[in-house]
């Protein structure tokens, strides 16, 4: 059996990224015959294998980083990319590529919440930049469902993302939950989003998940005492099936659900409601 050679570019610092790669991990343990070429920098410092000196099959890259997904346009060999939905994204090439329901992940979340019987609901996203336009669509979805129970939906975004303004961002966070009415059914655009409030609720002596219950998106690692049930992680999955047809596929774009919730100490969680 020939030797199949691909080459994977990503984000080793993304969840998203890695789940896909954990797929395509599984498929090549699988398979046996496939060699493997990695390139796992930052978005913004990928390049592309040396077509000069690296004869390839097929290549899997996250489209995120513009510069790859314009880059793969001219090659003549199978490519597939991912991401965000943003970054890179042309819906007319012909080159595949798969990225998350943003609104079904929103809907998802607020719906959990809805049964739980929440009234009072929130949604903690991030400041808009040029590649996550997903956490506004996740942001619009949530609270559309919301409002369409009859309830309305606080928004946060924020100035800060990253942990370099940690003591800005938590003060900002703070204020924002305090001023919300509790029992509070929140959705956070990320786990780390996520992680941001839980640390926020532990600083304001908040109970989760009883005075907030939060839910967060991607299944990550996370340093919290909040136990996490996570949902049936289909990334992984696709990135699996998508290495195995890679050589083989035909121009499609497949959009990807995947969601967990922080739910505390126990898996359930009823709001009181008064």
């Known amino acids: 059996m020939n030797t199949r050679h691909i080459a994977l570019?990503?984000?080793a610092t993304l969840p998203y990224d890695l789940k896909i790669i954990e797929g395509v991990a599984a498929y090549v343990q699988e398979v046996g015959n496939w060699s493997v070429y990695i390139e796992e920098y930052a978005l913004g410092k990928q390049q592309l294998p040396n077509l000069?000196?690296?004869?390839?099959d097929g290549i899997l890259a996250d489209f995120d980083d513009p510069?790859?997904?314009?880059?793969?346009?001219?090659?003549?060999i199978p490519v597939v990319g991912f991401g965000g939905g943003y970054g890179w994204y042309d819906p007319s090439s012909k080159i595949p590529y798969f990225f998350a329901d943003n609104q079904g992940i929103a809907r998802m979340g607020a719906q959990h919440l809805?049964?739980?019987?929440?009234r009072n609901f929130a949604f903690c996203g991030y400041p808009s930049t040029k590649i996550n336009g997903?956490?506004?669509?996740r942001a619009e979805a949530f609270c559309e469902c919301v409002e369409a129970a009859g309830f309305d939906c606080s928004i946060y975004t924020g100035r800060h993302q990253t942990p370099r303004s940690w003591g800005a961002m938590q003060k900002s966070i703070c204020r924002w939950l305090t001023s919300q009415k509790k029992?509070?059914?929140?959705?956070?655009?990320?786990?780390?989003?996520?992680?941001?409030?839980?640390?926020?609720?532990?600083?304001?002596?908040?109970?989760?998940?009883?005075?907030?219950?939060?839910?967060?998106?991607?299944?990550?690692?996370?340093?919290?005492?909040h136990q996490i049930a996570p949902t049936p992680n289909t990334v992984v999955s696709m990135g699996n099936e998508y290495l195995n047809g890679l050589v083989n596929m035909?121009?499609?774009?497949?959009?990807?659900?995947?969601?967990?919730?922080?739910?505390?100490?126990d898996e359930e969680v009823l709001a009181s409601i008064s």
């Not at 997904?69 to 003549?76: A, F, I, N, R, S």
């Not at 809805?114 to 929440?118: K, Q, S, V």
């Not at 989760?208 to 839910?215: C, D, K, L, S």
């Open 9 to 11: 570019i990503y984000d």
């Open 52 to 56: 000069h000196t690296w004869h390839g």
């Open 67 to 76: 510069k790859i997904g314009q880059e793969v346009q001219e090659l003549d």
């Open 114 to 118: 809805l049964e739980r019987g929440f």
């Open 134 to 137: 997903w956490s506004a669509k």
């Open 183 to 225: 029992p509070l059914g929140l959705m956070a655009a990320t786990d780390k989003r996520a992680r941001h409030v839980l640390e926020a609720c532990k600083t304001l002596g908040l109970k989760v998940p009883e005075q907030v219950a939060v839910i967060g998106v991607d299944e990550v690692l996370r340093i919290s005492t």
């Open 250 to 265: 035909e121009n499609q774009l497949l959009i990807l659900l995947d969601i967990d919730k922080i739910l505390g100490e």
